[in-house]
């Protein structure tokens, strides 16, 4: 069995690699690290244009339709020059959504998240390190009550996939009403994160939010 990868693969690892190596030459990294945002919008749009924000969107969707395997081909070269942007939590949303939205719901966001027009990320841990989807205390009693530690990309964010009590998942507009956001203090300049506090926010259940893909 041949577990090696394939030219398109290859292709696409290295394209990525000379992306970060011409447009997050170590000067840049610095100065994003130092800065308060913790991620470049001007990279971030260039790796969209080249389909990385659509990376494992479906392609009637106007994603690329990739795995994860190219996805975690794509991380490797992300995370080997430190480039600051947000594609973990967005693409973690954008499979969310994949996987468990509705045909409207994936009608309403996907064309958007797959071109980088809109931002997606994802609230799933807790406080006390309650990580785990058997562990989410958050509800949903008429709109979200609860806290969510260490969202990636924050209040930059224009979707939320947010994981609730039963390991289900909801999605919350960014500029929903009820989101209280608090920088949280972490050791990795490059990937900042913060403290949502949900107080009646208003959300959408996922049509399949079971939360069994994250188990």
């Known amino acids: 069995m041949d577990f090696s990868l394939s030219e398109e693969q290859e292709l696409l690892q290295e394209t990525v690699r000379q992306f970060a190596a011409n447009e997050c030459p170590p000067p840049k990294v ?3 690290f130092d800065g308060d945002s ?3 919008p001007t990279l ?6 080249m389909g990385i924000a659509g990376l494992m969107i479906p392609e009637r969707f106007g994603g690329a339709g990739l795995e994860l395997l190219e996805a975690a081909l794509v991380a490797e070269e992300l995370g080997r020059a430190a480039v600051p942007v947000p594609f973990l939590g967005h693409t973690l949303a954008s499979l969310a959504l994949v996987e468990g939205g ?3 719901q994936q009608e309403r966001w996907l064309p958007s998240l797959a071109s980088g027009a809109l931002l997606g ?3 799933l841990g807790e406080p006390a390190g309650l990580t785990a989807p058997e562990q989410w205390q958050t509800r949903d009693d008429g709109g979200l009550q609860g806290t969510k530690r260490l969202v990636p990309s924050g209040p930059d964010a224009g979707l939320l996939v947010v994981g609730l009590e039963g390991g289900r998942l909801a999605v919350v507009e960014g500029d929903a009403t009820g989101l209280s956001w608090a920088p949280a203090e972490i050791l990795d300049r490059g990937r900042r994160a913060w403290t949502l506090e949900l107080s009646a926010a208003p959300a959408e259940p996922l049509a399949d939010g079971s939360g069994t893909r994250l188990r």
Do not use: C, H, N, P
């Open 30 to 32: 610095r100065e994003v």
């Open 38 to 40: 913790g991620s470049d």
């Open 44 to 49: 971030w749009k260039g790796l969209s244009e």
């Open 102 to 104: 509705s045909a409207a």
């Open 121 to 123: 990320t994802i609230a």
